[in-house]
């Protein structure tokens, strides 16, 4: 599934597709995507595909198509401070991005069969808040992963704000995903080569909208033949945050806007669009005139030159593009900078290296 924009040279490149074809429409959204570098979820070796409009699946590892998560996300209409369920969370993609939406009030969970890509999931999310810089640039509610089969969730388990199913849902499992939300929350699922958008309006009534048509592997069932009771999924706890995690949250926020007010523009993710050079497809016109030559007609060619030349002298014009300047992380600047202890300075970096 995919296919459904150009190739990008770069993942600001493949942004740059999806808003111009309109599966990006909201500002949240694209910053979101912006932020994340989907080549970092590629395994070494396969990157050069990161910024295709295509799936990606070697082994357990998957990842949708990027106008897919595109839709999903728009869909979601994700806001600070909700909660979300990512069933068939692979490698934290998704989840990541929401994180960045939802904030640090959030709850931010994911469900996946394969303890592998589990493993996975968490390696590429240490990488992100360690290493990326957009880390600093928002309030991120980090997701927790849990491996499991999703339709094995504890019946006792909390409702969400919002979910996403990454796999094709059966009619006869619509009703158990829909269980799991709150009334007014937001469910995005795939069912019967639909992309479907479920809204709970009340305790027993749903409003259903399709979105897309799609191709999603099914959902993988419990296999029962052995007679043995399947382990159910318990999600994790919701919890309370510390008075020194929100203290640091607090400060991190100060720090931010001052930093913001200081350097106006510098941080915005958002990159003015670039109007694109089209590629032009030449041809040499040539024109015929015949002469009598004794009793034969004989064509003489002609090569229309003044037209080749003209578009030759505009290409000449166009200025090229300036390479864009490096993004200073002002936060990470102005904390070291406080006269403060070196490990509460480590601490408000969250014990970033860079």
Not at 78 to 100: A, C, I, K, P
Not at 193 to 215: C, F, H, M, P, Y
Not at 333 to 348: A, Q, R, T
């Amino acid at each position: 599934m995919g296919g459904a924009v150009s190739a990008g040279e770069d993942n600001d490149d493949l942004i740059d597709n999806l808003k111009e074809a309109q599966y990006i429409r909201t500002d949240c959204v694209e910053q979101a995507f912006r932020a994340i570098d989907r080549g970092d979820y590629y395994l070494e070796g396969y990157r050069d595909n990161a910024y295709k409009d295509l799936a990606w699946k070697h082994g357990n590892i998957h990842l949708s198509a990027p106008c897919i998560y595109s839709e999903v996300m728009e869909a979601l209409k994700l806001q600070q401070g909700l909660s979300f369920l990512n069933l068939g969370s692979g490698t934290g993609y998704l989840s990541t991005m929401v994180g960045l939406i939802i904030g640090p009030f959030g709850v931010n969970h994911g469900v996946e069969l394969h303890k592998d890509v589990v493993e996975y999931a968490k390696e590429r999310l240490d990488d992100f808040i360690k290493n990326s810089d957009s880390f600093d640039r928002f309030e991120f509610c980090e997701p927790h992963f849990v491996v499991g089969n999703c339709l094995e969730i504890s019946s006792d388990s909390h409702q969400y704000d919002r979910i996403y199913c990454g796999a094709g849902v059966q009619k006869d499992h619509e009703n158990y995903m829909k269980i799991l939300l709150k009334v007014g929350g937001i469910l995005v699922m795939p069912i019967e080569d639909q992309l479907t958008q479920i809204i709970r309006t009340g305790q027993s009534s749903w409003e259903s909208k399709n979105i897309l048509a799609v191709s999603f592997a099914p959902l993988v069932q419990q296999n029962r033949t052995e007679g043995c009771k399947a382990e159910a999924v318990v999600l994790p706890a919701l919890t309370v945050r510390s008075l020194q995690d929100l203290a640091r949250i607090y400060i991190r926020r100060t720090l931010r806007n001052l930093t913001n007010d200081e350097n106006p523009g510098r941080n915005n993710t958002q990159r003015p669009s670039q109007k694109r050079k089209r590629r032009r497809c030449r041809r040499r016109r040539r024109t015929y005139t015949y002469v009598f030559v004794g009793n034969q007609l004989i064509p003489q060619e002609d090569e229309c030159i003044e037209e080749e030349s003209k578009e030759e002298e505009q290409e000449k014009d166009i200025e090229p593009i300036k390479p864009e300047e490096p993004q200073v992380n002002h936060l990470r600047d102005k904390i070291l900078s406080l006269p403060l202890p070196e490990s509460l300075k480590s601490y408000l970096l969250y014990y970033r290296e860079k």
